[in-house]
């Protein structure tokens, strides 16, 4: 098959992906989107006869809106623009996995720092504000104190991108050290793994450990039911265990479109990558049959945010 590589940067992870398509001897098309332009009926991109295209931009608006162009001139994109729309906000995120009856931390979004200081004190103390675009950890705040509050919001309203004015208020859930990640192909696990760490951030980006984790029942229906609340498609699905470590009960707090899998790949003992081409080679033959649409959501997958460079501030996954 012909497969384009929408980037703007090669990373490890895209590396690992590249190796493992030309292994296969398909023919890889790598698409810088800083190089190209995207008018309204063709791009500069060489996007011919593509049989898909798999976006790995790490800038979220990078992404959105070169996935959206793509999508316009009917060349299979994977994730789709809609997913990504929904992954890429954490408000949109929450809001479909609430509709979809998916466990997910209690959350109020507010858009003054005094209705935000309201749902602050309601929550209770500590709780965790978060950016409604972003990724890796990064702006995250567990607030312990009214003064800390005060403080971080009036820094948000003053200093932030018009973005941090949008106050996203989440419940502070105790979970035992560490969070779950699950990559997932349309609601099906790839592999899975915990990220631990002494700080309440356990993310990998910031310095946590990781283990491969034996998904068990319950998990795996989070994980369709995640998966398909947001669209389907390749994604990484973040859970975090309430009731203690080994419980079987879980919250899912996020799922993310463009999700790296260099950790998972050293964490256990799937090629992730390997699989992930399993499932292109298999939704490149479902979009030649359906004519360019090959479900699996509202426009057949989902999937991405990370960040691009300092001059990009928007773009990040949890």
Known sequence: MRVGVLYSRIRRDEKLLLEELR???????????????????????????????????????????????????????VNSPETGDVCADKAKNSLALAEADVPTPATEVAFTKEAAMEAIEEF????????????????????????????????????????????YVQEFVDKPGRDIRVVAVDGEPVAAMTRSSDHWLTNAAKGGTTE????DDRALELVERASAAVGGGMLGVDLMEVGGEGSGEYTVHEVNHTVEFKALTEASDVDVP???????????????????????????????ADVDDATDADGVVL
Not at 151 to 161: C, D, N, P, R, S
Not at 212 to 215: G, K, P, R, S
Not at 294 to 304: E, F, I, K, V
């Open 23 to 77: 292994d296969r001897g398909h023919d890889v098309e790598k698409i810088d989107v800083r190089n190209q332009r995207f008018g309204l009926e063709s791009t500069t991109a060489d996007v011919a006869d593509l049989d898909v295209v798999v976006d790995r931009c790490l800038s979220t608006s990078r992404s959105l809106y070169a996935t959206k162009f793509l999508d316009s001139y009917g060349v299979p994109v």
């Open 124 to 167: 209770g103390y500590p709780c965790v504000l978060k950016p409604v675009v972003g990724s890796w950890g990064r702006l995250m705040a567990k607030i312990d104190t009214r003064s800390a509050a005060e403080a971080i919001l009036e820094h948000k309203e003053t200093l932030g991108h018009y973005e941090h004015k949008v106050f």
């Open 212 to 215: 491969a984790f034996e998904i």
């Open 274 to 304: 390997a699989r992930v081409v399993d499932w292109l080679e298999t939704r490149a033959e479902a979009f030649a049959a359906d004519g360019g649409d090959a479900g699996g959501g509202p426009d057949g997958d989902t999937n991405a």
